[in-house]
């Protein structure tokens, strides 16, 4: 079992920045691929990003390619989206999630993660 809780969030102008923070107890994290997730207010949730155990591999969504970037320190238990360019369209509850498989494969897929934390609200103004 593991808990996660994000935090970070916040109001930001359009082309701002923010770091979001997800950060676990329970067991190693190190043993869990991470992903965030993202879910506009009348829209599905969507996949963001995510990060392999060890951090060498790490995947985004076309809409945040060359913005956003997922890292991790194992050491703190904690997984990282730093957020630049921040447009009108990325405000959302962002939700951190996790699982102890290994297989690189649907990494986009929220059917894959058991783990979820409450999310954290950003909000871009225009």
């Known amino acids: 079992q593991v808990q996660l809780v994000e935090s970070g969030g916040g109001l930001v102008p359009a082309g701002g920045s923010l770091r979001l923070s997800c950060a676990a107890s329970?067991?190693?994290?190190?043993?869990?691929?991470v992903a965030w997730f993202r879910q506009a207010p009348g829209k599905e949730r969507e996949f963001v990003a995510a990060?392999?155990?060890?951090?060498?591999?790490?995947y985004y969504a076309d809409s945040v390619k060359g913005r956003f970037t997922i890292s991790r320190d194992n050491a703190k238990n904690t997984v990282y989206l730093r957020m630049n360019s921040l447009k009108p369209e990325d405000t959302a509850v962002y939700y951190c999630?996790?699982?102890?498989?290994?297989?690189?494969?649907?990494?986009?897929?929220?059917?894959?993660?058991?783990?979820w934390g409450q999310g954290t609200q950003v909000t871009v103004s225009s």
């Open positions: 999630a996790a699982d102890q498989n290994s297989y690189y494969s649907d990494y986009d897929k929220a059917a894959r993660y058991g783990y």
């Open positions: 329970g067991r190693t994290f190190s043993s869990y691929f």
């Open positions: 990060i392999s155990k060890s951090g060498s591999r790490t």
